[in-house]
Nanobody, 115 residues
Framework: VQVGESGGGLVQPGGSLTLSCVAS????????MGWYRESPGRQRELVASITSEGRTNYGFFMKDRFTISGDVTKNTAYLQMDSLKPEDTAVYYCKIFSAGDRDYWGKGTQVTVSS
């Protein structure tokens, strides 16, 4: 199973980025894809998730600036991030669940918000 994130980079405060997650190699259909982030001194936290039924969920204080989208049945998810702040600087990870199987994580993509 492979989970790959892309789209990270350096952006100025107030800017936007869109992250992409693509998964492959699962034996069973994926039913959950989520974005998490981790920065030094802070625990990994949920940013947003989406299910194969299209239900979305957001972490605390994430919904106003972050939007998750995608088609889980096609193993893809996106995270649109707007009005970025320096405190959004983190490694952003994609996690998937497939039916009858364990979770899988990507290696992460670095997002740095700085002027």
């Amino acid at each position: 199973v492979q989970v790959g994130e892309s789209g990270g980079g350096l952006v100025q405060p107030g800017g936007s980025l869109t992250l992409s997650c693509v998964a492959s190699g699962t034996r069973y259909p994926i039913y959950f894809m989520g974005w998490y982030r981790e920065s030094p001194g802070r625990q990994r936290e949920l940013v947003a998730s989406i299910t194969s039924e299209g239900r979305t969920n957001y972490g605390f204080f994430m919904k106003d600036r972050f939007t998750i989208s995608g088609d889980v049945t096609k193993n893809t998810a996106y995270l649109q991030m707007d009005s970025l702040k320096p405190e959004d600087t983190a490694v952003y990870y994609c996690k998937i669940f497939s039916a009858g199987d364990r979770d899988y994580w990507g290696k992460g993509t670095q997002v740095t918000v700085s002027s």
